[in-house]
């Protein structure tokens, strides 16, 4: 009789078979998509097996993320993944020095060689073979089109590696600014390189002989190429196994072998598997639509809220374009005078929007009535100033607005605006005809429309199918509301659990509905919402998910039948409007349209420092196109008058005060340019300085210099201002300071009417992770004592024992008490430089933006240049702590025990006393603490009338969000007047 | 500043009238709690609701971007009141606050948020004892007597806990080590009636024999530490019934005892105002109870040494000497430097294999816990370490999933 080992390895998106003898020499392999049918795929592999091997037995162990629940409920034993694919390299390259694996969800690394560690992704499927088929789907393409476009690049752009949502967001604008699609490729790969290095080896470097695994790995060239290249492997030390992809399968046959696993015949493990009975735990709803006929009951009440059609071939007359260039789609309609629509477009940008509008126009050129006159056309959406240059279009108008203008038109008194595109999900509330909040999903675009159809693919199912599949569901299954990563386990979860793809099906669209209601809008009750509820956006028009929305609030909406096309709808409206007061359109004309060709090309501007990356694309009739700038600098305008900014002034003063350096110097101490710094480096100048110590900083962030430290960084969801601390002390290490100071302060400079005076736990003590985690600090380089900068009493003993070698003894008191002096005087400085901006602005008839946030937030690589964003908008920009002085601290309903968050609470209150101010609050992605604070600070602003405007930032640079927020806010102030 | 309060307080009369309801996190510890705070004429009662709408009243009331554990807990006091178990009128809610600079001090005020539109009549009790929410018309006063009983509960507390985890996970007769501890509680509860309580090592020198009489396997099995937020490292709720899931591995729990909590508590506090200069008056009342506690502790690691069957607890003057190496006695936000010491002591004594259960986004720990495993590796280079996130979108396959790598690595290299 023969006696072989089974190894079935249970993959999230595979399942893969071997079956070897006892030296590991494959005689069988299988590998196939299962499309969450988990259990009948590992059965049909089973069955060829069984018919393979007739009268065999084997030795069988299962592996994989999918496999556990099936291994248990089929009593067949399992192999940790990450084991099993130890004992299989450990069987076939005993050479080898460290492995990477990546799967559909997972990444792995095993390191074989000085010490054996094995480690894997965290609950973050960033840079996995799930992240690869997202970005496939983002551009378009197949993943092995994908692969091949890789191939071809010609260079790099960076982006965000860390989570797939941040990859689109940084994406998305390099796709509608022209980037070509070989390069963005490429980045995609890198960016995958990159989070294995920083999220996987932390810090670990990663040489010698490597071995690849993987599905991914083994299919995709360009990510083969981009990880030779990026850990700088040479062609004898990168290996690629040809059984790569069953590798891991391999091994648990391996397991099963060295366990001395009962052998069993085929046939009998098959029927195992298919008696295996899943323990339900997962969590079920209620069905969406009891009947067919509650069904029918639906979709005819929402059939009354549609336009009335006009036939583009017969009408004449008059006529106004609306085009919306979506995020990932592009939308056109054409109306009549009287709000007829003629024409509507609404599909894919496949990454080309300008060629999309451009074919689309072509069309509507060629096919329209010869009377019909094309009177105004208005653009809106990503993609607005892009289209507006290149299709010479009339009129420009913030998405928000145009999707008020089209909710209104077919509810006049509407007061709550619901809008889940692709990838955002806009609300917003109207009060006395006017935008008066605005919530957009930041940094998130978790539960948003391309999720739905990005798993409807990974399910093999085309989206309209998939999402028709959920209305009768039985047991619709809870996946929770967060990330869309986690949503993807919460799936795995459930197919694990043996809910069906109905139910699947229908558990994405409330989890959709439930992030927005609750992450989004954070509504308690619908009665916050308003009585008349208009839903918009593409994906609404899935009817399962504009069902679960009006379940879920308990209470009847109107969802327009154009709902993907309101944003188009609102800009032909806008058109329309518009051109009564104005003469003919500028809307290029078809026989320009017959010759529009444009070119792209990328240079960096060099108006200021920031060298921002520009795209220039010039069209065919001369016209250019500038994007990538910051400021209008990089656009080549110039601005007669220069619009006060608080934030340059600062920055610009701190790096003015730190030239004084001593005549003689005793030593040189490295500060760096991090955290707290920002508000206390004139305090810390002063009194080095004084002392006859020379202070180096670590210089300004930039993205590199990020990346510059990013392999010490322990914790990877730690805010952007934290993480990019260790790229400066890589630079402080450099600049041969004697040491570098960085104390730890549990407690900071004390605020009036505060409970506490805390720093928030990772300001304090961000120094203790530093020097735990990078090898090249020691106890003579890294000095990061612990003080309390609010007693005089305290920073002196410190000092002393800081400076102890350097005779200072007797002048420390009098530089503490000058540095105490150097602080209150920068201080004091902020807020009458901000009282003059705010007169100047006032004499300019501008309007002011208190941007509030933290003293870091003044870091240019942190704030992405917001600050500089608004002032191109006209408004003048101060900071909350040089208005904080002039505020009272409210009534609060938290505990007010951190001094940063306490400045915000004044500076809000003080706004609400300022007709021509408005507050725009920056939050760091990963920050707890805004958890409580964002919405103190709303409720601040909102009780006395004023705006709320959030802008979450992150390492991602995309400002395209932020435009739109600032644009709806400057909308509102106008329309507020 | 003034403030003007605009939410109801706990009255004194009340006291007669209301329930007290307490979110779940220690199954001994709390039934303990609850039955010194009867003593006092207080009525609780501690919430077990695990059910989805937990969660689900937690995403709606309080902001997700807010830890977990505030996240359970307001979920579990939402669903309970909206559930018609009780009467919302005769309900008061009862939540932990530590006052230092984490978000947890925050919890409570976030509850009020929360109850502010829905049930407005509910007060909520801080359970703090640094004399947060003064209030001349609050009706929950905690005296020193009551002070030092609480304590001693939480010493009982975690015998009966160490004892119990050292047996189940043994045991050849599945339930009896349940038994004996349910027979103990019992008896504590008397004891705590009354002032027998002191007589600690009388009771404890019979708890370690009735335990020790417990039928148990001799077979070891893999020892695996549970370190992190205090919240999600012991409550069922918080990290998915990780100890049960252990055991279900094949695995025995260690998990570090509540006095250790307290300790470091009482001891920062000390050090706090010694590190930077500061008086205060408190300060007397903190060291008097921490010396006490200090020797109790003392005192049940030796008795347990003596006895010679069960592991005892890490000495918490240990903790404090070998910490010093990893990070300073300074962080005391949060757990604070207590997540490094445990790390450290549970590598040092032979439980290797650790486990760090943290909340999705926990500002401390990113410093605390991920910062610090390097530190602690590179001391203890066969410690194999692991933190888990916690948070309501996390799912149990992927949390297990790392946990049985974390076990394969432990049972690869022979950490038992």
């Given at each position: ?70 291994a ?26 460290a ?25 973050c ?31 790099t ?17 390099l ?5 070509a ?29 490597v ?18 290249e ?38 009998a ?11 339900s735990?997962?969590?079920t ?21 549609d ?40 599909a ?15 069309q ?9 006159i ?41 007061d ?17 005809g ?85 992450k ?17 956006g ?7 998910v504009?069902r679960?929305?009006?379940?879920e ?116 101490i ?88 805390f ?16 090898s ?58 901000a ?42 920009v ?7 002085p ?14 940063y ?44 009338g ?12 995309n ?19 | ?11 004194k ?47 709606k ?11 359970l ?39 009020r ?14 359970l ?69 309580y ?14 020790a ?6 077979v ?29 591995e094949g ?11 307290v ?56 903790l ?9 006695l ?7 430097w207590?997540?490094?010491?445990e790390?450290g ?21 990113h ?10 590796k ?18 149990r ?17 022979g950490?038992?």
């Amino acid at each position: 009789m023969e006696l072989y080992a089974l190894g079935i390895d249970v993959g999230s998106t595979t399942v893969k078979t071997v079956v070897c003898n006892e030296a590991g020499e494959i005689l069988h392999s299988a590998y196939q998509r299962h499309f969450s049918k988990v259990k009948e795929t590992v059965s049909e592999q089973l069955e060829s097996i069984a018919k393979k091997f007739p009268e065999a037995q084997f030795r069988s162990a299962m592996t994989g993320s999918a496999g556990l629940g099936l291994a248990n409920a089929a009593g067949i034993s399992f192999v940790q993944e990450v084991h099993a694919a130890f004992l299989a390299v450990r069987t076939c390259y005993p050479k080898a020095d460290a492995v990477i694996e990546l799967g559909g969800e997972d990444a792995k690394i095993i390191f074989l060689t000085g010490g054996v560690e094995q480690r894997m992704n965290g609950s973050c499927a960033g840079g996995t073979g799930a992240f690869i088929d997202q970005m496939a789907t983002l551009l378009g393409i197949s993943v092995q089109e994908l692969d091949e476009a890789a191939l071809k690049a010609k260079r790099t752009y960076p982006i965000a590696s860390r989570c797939g949502v941040f990859a689109k967001s940084d994406i998305q604008p390099l796709l509608n600014q022209g980037a070509a699609r070989e390069d963005v490729a490429a980045s995609i790969f890198k960016a995958v390189v990159d989070q294995t290095v920083a999220g996987l080896a932390q810090g670990r470097e990663i040489k010698g002989t490597v071995l690849f695994l993987g599905g991914p790995l083994s299919f995709q060239k360009g990510l083969r190429k981009a990880f030779v290249e990026g850990l700088k492997l040479s062609e004898e030390n990168a290996v690629f196994p040809e059984q790569a992809p069953v590798f891991v399968a391999l091994g648990s046959a391996l397991y099963a072998e060295e366990s001395k696993d009962s052998p069993r015949m085929a046939k009998a493990l098959l029927e195992k598997v298919q008696n295996a009975k899943a323990t339900s735990d997962v969590m079920t709803g209620d069905k969406l639509f009891a009947s067919h006929e509650e069904y029918a009951a639906f979709v005819e009440r929402h059939k009354q809220c549609d336009l009335t059609y006009a036939d583009l071939r017969t009408y004449e007359g008059d006529a106004y374009l609306g085009i919306d260039s979506g995020s990932t789609t592009t939308k056109l309609v054409l109306i009549t005078e009287d709000g007829r629509l003629l024409y509507s477009h609404y599909a894919s940008n496949e990454g080309q929007p300008l060629d999309r509008i451009a074919d689309r126009l072509k069309q509507i050129y060629h096919d329209k009535n010869e009377n019909l006159i094309i009177k105004a056309s208005a653009v809106t959406g990503y993609g607005e100033d892009l289209i507006k240059a290149g299709l010479s279009v009339d009129y420009g108008i913030v998405e928000t607005v145009a999707h008020f203008k089209a909710a209104s038109f077919f509810c006049p008194d509407v007061d709550f605006i619901i809008d889940i595109g692709g990838q955002d999900i806009k609300c917003f509330k109207i009060k006395n005809g006017a935008i008066d909040s605005i919530m957009l999903n930041e940094a998130c675009s978790s539960g948003c429309g391309s999720f739905i159809q990005t798993f409807a693919m990974a399910l093999g199912y085309d989206i309209g199918e998939f999402s028709q599949m959920g209305l009768f569901a039985e047991k619709p299954v809870e996946l929770g509301s967060r990330c869309t990563v986690f949503m993807n386990s919460s799936v795995k979860q459930a197919q694990k659990d043996g809910a069906t793809v109905e139910d699947i099906s229908a558990g994405l669209s409330a989890s959709i509905i439930k992030n927005a209601i609750y992450k989004v809008i954070r509504a308690k009750s619908v009665e916050e919402l308003g009585k008349n509820i208009v839903v918009q956006g593409g994906t609404f028009l899935n009817d399962a998910v504009l069902r679960c929305f009006e379940r879920e609030i308990g209470r009847n909406v109107i969802r327009p039948a154009i709902s993907g096309l309101m944003g188009a709808f609102g800009a032909a409206l806008y058109a329309k409007e518009q051109q009564e007061e104005n003469g003919e359109t500028s809307l290029i004309s078809p026989e320009a349209l017959e010759n529009f060709s444009y070119t792209s090309k990328n240079i960096r501007c060099g108006g200021c420092t920031a060298n921002c990356l520009l795209n220039v694309i010039r069209f065919s009739d001369g016209g250019r196109f500038v994007s990538g700038n910051r400021c209008e600098k990089g656009a080549g305008i110039r601005r007669e008058t220069e619009v006060p900014d608080l934030y340059n002034y600062k920055y610009d003063r701190l790096m003015e005060i730190i030239q004084r350096k001593p005549v003689r110097k005793k030593a040189v101490i490295g500060l760096p340019m991090v955290l707290n710094f920002y508000e206390l480096l004139p305090f810390w100048h002063t009194l080095f300085t004084n002392l006859g110590f020379e202070v180096v900083i670590s210089g300004e962030s930039d993205r590199k210099m990020y990346f510059s430290g990013q392999h010490t960084i322990p914790s990877d969801t730690v805010c952007y201002p934290a993480k990019i601390a260790h790229g400066h002390i890589e630079a402080l290490l450099q600049k041969k300071a004697d040491f570098i100071f960085w104390p730890c302060m549990t407690y900071n400079l004390g605020e009036p009417d505060t409970d506490n005076r805390f720093n928030c736990p990772v300001v304090a003590y961000y120094p203790e992770l530093m020097k735990a985690n990078h090898s090249g600090l020691n106890n003579e380089n890294f000095c990061y004592p612990y003080l309390d900068i609010n007693s005089r009493k305290n920073v002196i003993q410190v000092m002393r024992k800081v400076l102890e070698k350097y005779g200072v003894q007797k002048q420390i008191p009098a530089a503490v008490d000058a540095a105490y002096a150097a602080l209150e005087d920068f201080r004091k400085e902020l807020t009458s430089k901000a009282k003059e901006i705010i007169s100047q602005a006032r004499a300019e008839g501008r309007k002011i933006i208190v941007l509030a946030g933290r003293p870091y937030h003044l870091d240019k690589e942190i704030n992405h240049g917001i600050h500089k964003l608004i002032t191109s908008l006209g408004l003048a920009v101060i900071s909350e702590e040089s208005v904080a002085p002039m505020g009272k601290m409210p009534h609060l309903h938290v505990y007010n025990q951190w001094t940063y968050h306490s400045r915000l609470y004044r500076a809000a209150q003080y706004v609400t006393t300022q007709p021509d101010m408005q507050l725009v609050q920056l939050v760091s992605f990963g920050c707890g603490i805004d958890a409580i604070t964002t919405d103190e600070v709303r409720s601040i602003l909102e009780s006395s009338g004023k705006l709320y405007t959030q802008l979450k930032i992150d390492e991602i640079t995309n400002l395209g969000a932020a435009k739109i927020r600032l644009r709806s806010l400057l909308a509102a102030m106008n329309q507020q007047k | 500043m003034e403030k003007e309060r605009d939410y109801p307080i706990f009255t004194k009369a009340m006291k007669e009238t209301h329930t007290i309801l307490i979110p779940t996190m220690l199954e001994i510890h709390f039934e303990l709690m609850v039955h010194i705070f009867s003593i006092y004429g207080y009525k609780c009662e501690v919430l077990h609701s695990e059910s989805r709408a937990v969660i689900n009243e937690g995403l709606k009331n309080v902001h997700n971007d807010t830890c977990y554990p505030a996240l359970l807990c307001i979920g579990q006091f939402m669903e309970a009141l909206k559930s018609g178990r009780y009467d919302v009128n005769k309900v008061a809610l009862m939540l932990p606050q530590t006052g230092g600079g984490c978000r947890a001090s925050n919890y409570i005020y976030l509850l009020r948020k929360a109850l502010k539109d829905t049930f407005p009549q509910v007060p909520v009790i801080s359970l703090n004892f640094v004399g947060m929410e003064k209030d001349p018309e609050n009706g929950w006063k905690i005296s020193t007597s009551e002070i030092v009983r609480i304590l001693y509960g939480i010493g009982y507390g975690d015998m009966l806990q160490t004892l119990y985890n050292q047996c189940r996970s043994y045991e050849l007769v599945k339930g009896t080590s349940k038994k004996v501890l349910n027979v103990w509680i019992k008896r504590v509860k008397k004891l705590l009636s009354s002032n027998e309580y002191v007589h600690t090592k009388k009771y404890y020198e019979m708890m370690l024999r009735d335990f020790a009489k417990i039928e148990r396997s001799t077979v070891p099995k893999i020892r695996v530490g549970i370190v992190g937020e205090i919240y999600v490292k012991y409550s069922p709720l918080g990290n998915n019934h990780l100890e049960d899931f252990l055991i279900s591995e094949g695995c025995e729990p260690v998990v570090p005892s509540l006095l250790e909590f307290v300790l470091y508590y009482l001891f920062t506090k000390g050090n706090e105002l010694k590190l930077y200069g500061r008086k205060s008056a408190a300060l007397p009342v903190y060291q008097m109870f921490y010396k006490m506690f200090l020797a109790e502790q003392k005192r049940v690691v030796r008795q347990m040494t003596e006895h010679g069957v069960f592991r005892p607890p890490h000495d918490f003057e240990h903790l404090l000497h070998s910490v010093e190496q990893y990070i300073g006695l300074g962080v005391n936000m949060g757990e604070g430097w207590l997540i490094p010491a445990e790390m450290g002591a549970l590598a040092e004594s032979g439980t290797e294999n650790i486990i760090c259960t943290q909340p999705f986004g926990c500002l401390p720990n990113h410093i605390i816990a991920k910062g610090m495993s390097r530190a602690v590796k590179e001391r203890y280079p066969n410690a194999n370490i692991i933190a888990i996130d916690y948070d309501p979108g996390a799912t149990r396959v992927n949390q297990e999933n790392r946990i049985k790598l974390m076990l394969a690595n432990a049972r690869a290299s022979g950490n038992l």
